[in-house]
C-alpha cells in the first residue's frame, strides 16, 4: 500500500537522515520515479520534506522534525494524503480516518510548523463538485471504493442502459467529474452514475498498475 510506503519513507528518513531517491526506492523496493512523486505528494500536503540537487543532495526531513505516525491505524495511513481534502475525504466515506490522521499528523511535527501547515485553509479551498452540486450519490462512490479495496467485481447502471459488469481499479476526480479505470483499461464517467451492485466475485489486478501513471498517458492520448 501507497500510505503504508510513505510512512515507511518518513521512518528511514527520521533514522537514517539525508538519503537519495536511489537508496530510498531500493530500501522500499519501487522505482525512483515513485519516490519522487511521494516526496512530491507529502510536500503538497504540509511535511517539511524536501530534495536537494546536486552532487551530495538527497532527500531530507527538516531538522528536528520527528514523526510519532507509527501510532496511525491502517485506515488512518491510508487516508494520509487526503489530509487537506477533506471534501473529497467526505464523498469516500473515509471523512473520520483523515481527521484522525489530520490530527496525529499535526501532533507529530513542531507545534510552528502545525500551525503553518493549517493556516492553509485560510487561503485555499478545493471543491470537488461543479456549480450545479454533486452528481453521484456518496453512497455510490463509497461502494466503489470499497469494491477496488477489496478486488471484488461490480455492475454499474449508467443513465438508461442495461447493467455493466466491470472490473474496478481505481478512481480519478477530474474537473468536478468522477472517472472510473477498469482492469479492461478502459475509463467510465460516473456522472450519469443510477446505481451500483456489488458482488463478491473477486478478480486480480493487473500486475505493477499504478493509476497514477496509467492516467498521466491516458491524458496523453494515444500516440
Known amino acids: 500500500m501507497r500510505a503504508a510506503r510513505i510512512l515507511e519513507m518518513l521512518l528511514i528518513l527520521q533514522l537514517r537522515g539525508r538519503s537519495t531517491a536511489r537508496e530510498l526506492a531500493?530500501?522500499?523496493?519501487?522505482?525512483?520515479?515513485?519516490?519522487?512523486?511521494?516526496?512530491?505528494?507529502l510536500s503538497e500536503?504540509?511535511?517539511?520534506?524536501?530534495?536537494?540537487?546536486?552532487?551530495?543532495?538527497?532527500?531530507?526531513?527538516?531538522?528536528?522534525?520527528?514523526?510519532?505516525?507509527?501510532g496511525l491505524t491502517a485506515a488512518e495511513a491510508e487516508c494520509l494524503l487526503l489530509i487537506g481534502q477533506p471534501q473529497v475525504a467526505h464523498r469516500l466515506g473515509l471523512g473520520v480516518p483523515t481527521r484522525s490522521a489530520q490530527h496525529k499528523l499535526s501532533n507529530a511535527i513542531p507545534k510552528v510548523l502545525a500551525?503553518?501547515?493549517?493556516s492553509l485553509t485560510d487561503w485555499f479551498l478545493h471543491d470537488p463538485d461543479p456549480w450545479d452540486g454533486p452528481r453521484i450519490p456518496h453512497g455510490e462512490l463509497r461502494r466503489?471504493?470499497?469494491?477496488?479495496?477489496?478486488?471484488?467485481?461490480i455492475e454499474l447502471y449508467l443513465g438508461d442502459a442495461p447493467a455493466l459488469p466491470l472490473?474496478?481499479?481505481?478512481?480519478?476526480?477530474?474537473?468536478?467529474?468522477?472517472?472510473?479505470?477498469?482492469?479492461?483499461?478502459?475509463?467510465?464517467?460516473?456522472?450519469?452514475?443510477?446505481a451500483t451492485r456489488l458482488t463478491t466475485q473477486r478478480?486480480?489486478?493487473?500486475?505493477?498498475?499504478?493509476?497514477?501513471?496509467?492516467?498521466s498517458k491516458h491524458q496523453r492520448g494515444p500516440r
Not at 531500493?26 to 505528494?41: C, F, M, N
Not at 520534506?49 to 551530495?56: E, K, L, S
Request: charged fraction near 25%.
Open 26 to 41: 531500493a530500501a522500499l523496493e519501487v522505482s525512483e520515479r515513485t519516490i519522487l512523486r511521494d516526496v512530491e505528494a
Open 144 to 153: 466503489i471504493r470499497h469494491s477496488i479495496r477489496r478486488c471484488h467485481r
Open 45 to 70: 500536503a504540509g511535511l517539511p520534506i524536501y530534495t536537494n540537487q546536486g552532487a551530495g543532495g538527497g532527500i531530507e526531513l527538516l531538522d528536528g522534525f520527528e514523526t510519532r505516525l507509527t
Open 203 to 215: 478478480f486480480k489486478p493487473p500486475p505493477g498498475f499504478s493509476l497514477s501513471d496509467f492516467w
Open 167 to 194: 472490473e474496478p481499479l481505481g478512481l480519478v476526480l477530474k474537473a468536478g467529474s468522477w472517472h472510473l479505470v477498469t482492469a479492461e483499461q478502459t475509463v467510465l464517467c460516473l456522472d450519469e452514475l443510477r
Open 115 to 118: 500551525e503553518q501547515a493549517e
